[in-house]
């Protein structure tokens, strides 16, 4: 799997899931709140192909 990072299967995920907060009911202002399956996604992304953060792909997937 080196060089390559498809995302994260829900099995993958609940060995995370609870290691992170609730995400909050509402915000008052500011930025909208991402998922913590995102941001996960995006740092594991990172690690395992090595690229900076400006090359991280865009789309559907890791929005």
């Known amino acids: 799997m080196a060089g390559r990072f498809e995302g994260l299967s829900n099995l993958e995920w ?4 609870d290691i992170f907060p609730k995400p909050p009911e509402k915000r008052e202002g500011g930025m909208p709140h991402s998922s ?3 941001e996960l ?3 594991l992304y990172i690690l395992i192909t090595g690229c900076r953060w400006c090359d991280v792909p865009k789309g559907e997937i890791w929005a």
């Open 36 to 38: 913590f399956r995102d």
């Open 41 to 43: 996604k995006t740092l």
């Open 14 to 17: 609940s060995l995370f899931e």
